[in-house]
């Protein structure tokens, strides 16, 4: 079980609240977490990751246990410590405010 | 009793404004999908319950809402816009070659004939449709594989697709136009398209006479006389009478006809409104003052309608978007500005009222007429 956390306006998007638990089919990475969240909130299709190329988005970000992880493989294996939930995946907006 | 719905699209959510007949007291609810840009919500001709929102954001990309109970409940519908083929290059800003890369979707124009069946124009400038209510889209890809397509470049708001107009008699005949491609017509329901910018005259662009390269800010239309068609082109406010086949000037005595709205009275095909804008540099009203601009001539003489409006200090835009009309026995014109202002007229342009007046910028403006 991968723990989540999104932005809000994809929390209000997909009607979540709170940090969410979600299943991935096989390892736990990027990619699969987002597949798995996508399922789960159809209203989420393609607003991180987008359609076809399944690219983030740019002003999307990946963290987790410090590291920022937006431009890591979204194959790659998740930190350890999201795997075995004792840290989320955070999902952040960029920031590009002012 | 009849009644009035307007549906606003702004910078930070949509507004749904309604008032009965008269028009004198009006109800906001909103904003829905607060945040996100609302480029537009658009309402089925055919089942005026059924709502088309198209909400997008800078950070997670497009989304498409649908309501079947006018604008209480919604529910995403597909997002994905997937363009036919390999997409290949339009130009850029500065001439060079950019691949078409989908941005966002302008504007929603639902069938008259049904509720499901939809249009979508597109930036990077495409046209989508739908016949399952936004279940799917595919593109009506002979638009962007004309010959001319990998010459398009965008205008400042980006290459959008942002008039989809429907011949009422004839709904295999559609007109789009495209900044800063132009005008387009088909005659048999997207297959083929023609570019229709004879007439057109555009100093700011290598050749003025091009047929492709226009910037066309707005299309209209009345649906007892399709075949006159009304353009606010990026300066000048042009005319046709043939299907767009030829264009002529009706800019006439209008201070400046630089603009971006331009719509048609209810019940006179003749009668139409434009808001003059100072300039392609200076985006707000001549002089500070808001004026729209009615001529009952079809164009060339124009009167300005001032009474209601700020005719001082004003400093707004009217995007292209954001002007509509009702078909009450006495029409009622809308439009919606950058300061959040959405100004209503009852009787046909004669006076105005401010129906909302702090809204977030004003994107777009519809209005559906309820029995």
Known sequence: ??????????????????????????????????DALEARFPPLRGTILQHGSRRRRPMVRFYACNIDLSHADPESAL???????????????????? | MSAVRVLAGTRKGAFILEADGKRDRWKIEGPFFAGWEIYH??????????????????????????????????????????????????????????PWEFKRVWHIEPSPLSPDILYAGIEDAALFRSDDGGEHWHELAALRNHSTGSTWHPGAGGMCLHTILIDPNESRRMYVAISAAGAFRTEDGGATWRPINRGLHSEYIPDPNAEVGHCVHRLAMHPAKPEVLFMQKHWDVMRSDDRGDHWYEISGNLPTD????????AHDPETIYVV???????????????????????????????????????????????????????????????GGQIYASSDSGESWKAIARDLPPVLSVEVQTLE
């Open chain 1, 79 to 98: 930190p350890d410590a999201v795997i075995d939930g004792s840290e989320p995946l955070l999902i952040i907006g960029a920031i590009a405010g002012g």
């Open chain 2, 258 to 265: 630089f603009g971006f709205a331009i719509d048609v009275h």
């Open chain 1, 1 to 34: 079980m991968i723990r989540v956390l999104l932005p809000a306006s994809l929390k209000v998007l997909a009607n979540i609240s709170g940090e969410i638990d979600v299943e991935p089919e096989g390892g736990p990475t990027i990619a699969s977490v987002v």
């Open chain 2, 276 to 338: 003059p804008i100072k300039s392609d540099r200076e985006h707000f009203p001549l002089d500070g003052a808001l004026r729209v601009y009615r001529s009952k001539t079809g164009g060339n003489e124009w009167e300005a309608m001032t009474k209601g409006l700020p005719q001082e200090n004003c400093y707004v835009n009217v995007l292209r978007d954001a002007m509509a009309i009702d078909r009450l026995d006495s029409c009622g014109i809308y439009f919606g500005t950058t």
């Open chain 2, 41 to 98: 919500v658009n309402g089925s001709p055919a089942d005026p319950q059924r709502l088309y929102a198209s909400q997008s954001s800078g950070w997670f990309g497009q989304i498409i809402q649908r309501s079947d109970d006018g604008g209480r409940t919604w529910r995403t519908m597909n997002n994905e816009f997937t363009y036919d083929g390999t997409p290949g290059t339009h130009q850029w800003f500065d001439g060079s070659e950019r």
